[in-house]
């Protein structure tokens, strides 16, 4: 393998969203140099850089195959309950499985669908900007959710929640639109959390603490009946 492509290889594409906070990034740095102010320009140069970092958007390889939840976000699986959903999504009032991703600030920020679906709402909610690994962000943070229907009718939910230095979600896709899986549906700015909610009696195949990778990690199988599975850190 040439030493260009390996350079290439490990080089990830940046989304367009953040080319704009890259350039007030680098921007201000250029300036402090010009000032002299050293120790702050540097920092500057490190901010640019993590900027850059942080707006990456790199191809993933989805699983395909009829019934996959693949996990919409990069991150740590913070939670895994029974909960009701809440009102914005348009889905019965009764208690299923919940799984939370939780996204730091080094995390890729993209977030893709779970699986082909159609989208039947998407809502959005104003809110606070409260640590998004609270349990109550669900219901009082800025979030945006989206009602997803399969072709068979059956239907799970998909909640971007903004964080507490998250300030705007960005969606990428339009009510009624036909989704793939793996497929980028959004983006949320600076920290954050993406919660799935999977029809009443399926479990997660995830483990509470496991790192999650959008369009890649499986975290439920809509045509198994398999319980809960548990892990353990090693």
Aim: proline share 5%; with cysteine.
């Amino acid at each position: 393998m040439s030493i260009a492509k390996s350079v290439s290889e490990v080089l990830v594409p940046i989304h367009r969203e953040g080319y704009r906070f890259i350039a007030i990034f680098a921007g201000v740095t250029l300036v402090l140099f010009w000032l002299h102010a050293g120790p702050l320009a540097w920092a500057g140069v490190v901010l640019t850089l993590w900027c850059a970092y942080f707006f990456r958007d790199p191809e993933r390889v989805t699983p395909l195959r009829d019934g996959l939840v693949i996990s919409p976000a990069d991150g740590r699986i913070s939670a895994i309950e029974e909960v009701i959903p809440p009102v914005e999504l348009d889905l019965p009032r009764e208690p299923v499985t919940r799984i939370s991703v939780f996204m730091n600030v080094f995390d890729v920020h993209v977030n893709r669908s779970p699986l082909d679906a159609t989208i039947r709402r998407i809502a959005y909610v104003p809110g606070l900007f409260l640590n998004a690994d609270l349990d109550k962000a669900s219901l009082d943070n800025e979030r945006q959710a989206f009602t997803l229907e399969r072709a068979n009718g059956q239907r799970i939910g998909v909640v971007q929640i903004a964080g507490l230095v998250a300030r705007r979600i960005v969606k990428f896709v339009n009510d009624g639109e036909h989704l793939s899986a793996g497929q980028r549906i959004g983006l949320i700015r600076f920290g954050s959390r993406v919660d799935v909610y999977l029809p009443k009696g399926v479990k997660s195949l995830a483990c509470l603490g496991q790192r999650a990778i959008a369009g890649e990690t499986v975290l439920a199988d809509l045509e198994a009946h398999e319980a809960e599975r548990q892990g353990r850190t090693s």
